[in-house]
């Protein structure tokens, strides 16, 4: 009796061995797929977490330009307010452009090696179109950023930027350049993001 008991229940072993074994290639499959959607949602998080950080970017450079008065960040403005503050004598074209420089400088930096660094590095893409893809979300990001708050509601809608003797020059963005804005933000960026993405899958792939 122990030992007819014994063996079918070696065989009702053996019979779910080779159960587990036919559905296997399955739970294979389902274990991978549910890797690779945590692996595409990390990379998400990731992305988004970068284009805030574009964001504070931007934040921070307008922030110190006008830390000591608007005329700091007059480099920002269009070229008729730019003429108005230089023949008041509120500064000169010449440290306009000094500001320029040093207000671009760590912008170009940041875009152009800091964050496809943090794409291909740090988020692990490893083609040009996933790098193209991330690159593009946080540029259109920061891009938003930039043109809803600080454009629209910060230089539009608060007295942080005004310029004392520009008063009739506003808005100091007219619809014109906001449109010229909102165009370099949606196509311009994803045309830069391209040519950083084909860079860097070049050096680095």
């Not at 008729?80 to 500064?91: F, N, Q, T, W």
């Not at 452009?97 to 660094?117: C, D, V």
Request: a positive charge.
């Amino acid at each position: 009796m122990f030992l007819k008991n014994t063996f079918k229940n070696g065989a009702r072993f053996q019979k779910w061995r080779r159960n587990i074994k036919m559905d296997m290639p399955y739970l294979n499959c389902y274990i991978t797929k549910t890797n690779s959607i945590l692996k595409r949602s990390i990379i998400m998080v990731l992305t988004i977490f970068e284009g805030l950080i574009f964001s504070f970017v931007l934040l921070m450079i307008c922030v110190i330009d006008i830390q000591n008065g608007a005329v700091g960040g007059v480099h920002f403005y269009e070229q008729d307010v730019k003429d108005r503050v230089v023949e008041l004598g509120l500064i000169t074209k010449k440290e306009i452009k000094k500001n320029l420089m040093l207000s671009g400088a760590p912008l170009w930096i940041y875009m152009i090696f800091l964050m496809p660094m943090a794409v291909y590095l740090i988020n692990g893409a490893d083609s040009f179109m996933k790098g193209f893809i991330q690159l593009t979300i946080i540029f259109w990001i920061g891009g938003a950023f930039d043109r809803i708050f600080i454009d629209w509601y910060w230089v539009g809608h608060t007295k942080a930027w005004l310029i004392p003797g520009t008063e009739d020059l506003m808005p100091y963005i007219p619809k014109s350049a906001l449109i010229k804005k909102w165009v370099s933000t949606i196509i311009g960026y994803p045309i830069f993001a391209a040519l950083l993405s084909w860079i860097y899958s070049m050096i680095i792939l």
